[in-house]
């Protein structure tokens, strides 16, 4: 998709005069680019008609480069679908909070309860699982696995079959264990769409939630829109969590899911593993999903702030692909002293609301601090290739700088996140100097 929104702006900014020819070929271009992407027919026009009324040609006066006005409009376009305005909800720790996960069959619910517990009890939350889903076989023991492992408490039946019954019972249960974020996991039955939605109303009802959550596969394309809308006319439908955005699903069905339950996206799944969960960020997801900010955006960025000499070493590194510990120890350093790259590296997703989040700023400090030190034990060690870890190794490590082995595993774990990012930005064009019109 950014592929061809990018063409359809470079084949525009090769016209010598921008008139309303140009204008309307280039979206006509992001118009069958975003549709590929599978947002939803309806919101596309809309996107377009908007677009025509913000780039009013006549007005804009020579030398305004129309191209990167017109990517602006896309970009903010796109980012208003994206934030309906309102965080619907807000759960306070302490306090028992019931939320409800709906969704189809096979969405990713169950392993996305899971996810969302083990986030919130990362933050000192204290979370309950309950199961009530007794329409597929093995519902339960999925749960209860997934659960045991992450060490969440609970609740479900074997031989009960009234899914409002268990819903109500574990509800209680953990309420009266002071747990402050009770996740009730929902059945999905395909193809008998009338009964799910009725039972879906039903423990909503008895259970009263302070939040439903619509679990949406990311691969299910145009058919988002038209889903999420079925399910938000059933239920109180408050957030979206998009799962699979790890395959090869285009990401666009999460605007459409946005605009139909007029909620926002809070989490993506980005795996199967309970740690392949990301919160959501609007500006991030846009620019990935145009191909455009977060990447090129980057290399402006880099080109703006970072002193000429250490610019090409660093992109060239990047666009291949390469995310060694070196460069993230280099990161770490940059953002500590909150120096030029700090910002540029700020802007990436994964770096960003994460790893400094505001007014935290001196918690994250001494975290990269803590996993200096432990790089620095590793380089110390004559290896630093993180990939070759062994046991005795991480023990090493932590003896090396005199910190814990699971804090030694908890900074490994972060390069690997910060790896995979990063290893999207393999193939990134690194455009000549003087060449930043082609961005
Ligand atoms: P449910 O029927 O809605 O409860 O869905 P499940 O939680 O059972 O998930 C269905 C399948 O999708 C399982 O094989 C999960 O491992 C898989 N799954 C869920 N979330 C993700 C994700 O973000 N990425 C990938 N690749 N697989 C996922
Ligand atoms: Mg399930």
């Known amino acids: 998709l950014g592929g061809s929104i990018s063409r359809a702006l470079q084949q525009m900014s090769n016209a010598t005069i921008i008139d309303e020819k140009v204008l309307n070929d280039c979206l006509n271009e992001i118009t069958r680019a975003l549709l590929q992407a599978d947002v939803q027919f309806k919101l596309v026009r809309d996107m377009s008609t908007n677009i025509k009324k913000i780039v009013n040609l006549e007005d804009l006066a020579a030398g305004h480069n129309k191209r990167r ?17 309102k965080p619907s909800f807000t759960l306070k720790k302490g306090k028992p909070s019931v939320v409800m996960f709906v969704g189809l069959q096979g969405s990713g619910k169950t392993t996305t309860c899971t996810k969302y517990a083990y986030h919130h009890q990362k933050k000192g939350w204290k979370p309950a699982l309950v199961c009530a889903d007794t329409f597929r076989a093995g519902a339960f023991d999925q749960l209860k696995q997934n659960a045991t492992k992450a060490k969440i408490p609970f609740y479900g039946s074997y031989t009960e079959s ?11 249960t953990f309420k009266k264990e002071n747990c402050d974020l009770i996740i009730v996991d929902t059945s999905g039955r395909h193809k008998q769409e009338a009964a799910l939605f009725e039972e879906m109303r039903q423990v909503s009802e008895a259970t ?14 145009q058919a988002a829109f038209d889903q999420a809308q079925a399910f938000r006319q059933s239920v109180a439908v408050g ?6 955005m790890d395959g090869h699903a285009k990401g666009g069905g999460a605007l459409s899911a946005v605009a139909a339950t007029k909620s926002p996206v809070i989490f993506i799944g980005t795996g199967e593993h309970m740690d392949e969960f990301e919160v959501f960020d609007v500006k991030p997801f846009v620019s990935r999903l145009l191909g455009m900010g977060d990447l090129s955006g980057l290399v ?19 666009s291949e692909g390469q995310f060694t510990l070196r460069i993230m120890y280099e990161q770490f350093q940059n953002m500590l002293k909150m120096g030029p790259l700090g910002q540029v590296f700020s802007m990436l997703p994964g770096f960003s609301a994460e790893m400094m989040p505001k007014g935290r700023e001196k918690e994250s400090q001494a975290k990269f601090k803590r996993y200096m030190t432990m790089m620095d034990s590793m380089t110390n060690e004559g290896n630093t290739n993180p990939k070759i870890m062994t046991e005795s190794r991480i023990m090493r490590i932590a003896r090396g700088s005199g910190r814990l082995v699971h804090e030694v595993m908890e900074m490994l774990e972060e390069y690997k996140r910060l790896a995979k990012i990063f290893s999207k930005m393999k193939g990134l064009k690194i455009p000549k100097k003087g060449d930043m019109s082609s961005l």
């Open 239 to 244: 957030a979206v969590i998009v799962t699979k």
């Open 162 to 172: 009234d899914p409002v019954k268990i819903a109500v019972d574990g509800v209680e």
């Open 69 to 85: 006005i017109i990517q602006q409009a896309v970009y903010n376009e796109l980012c208003k679908i994206l934030d309906p305005g």
């Open 208 to 221: 009263k939630p302070d939040l439903v959550i619509f679990v949406m596969d990311s691969s299910i394309g």
């Open 300 to 318: 402006n960025k880099i080109q703006d702030v970072v002193p000429m000499d250490q610019q090409p070493e660093l992109l060239q590194k990047l």
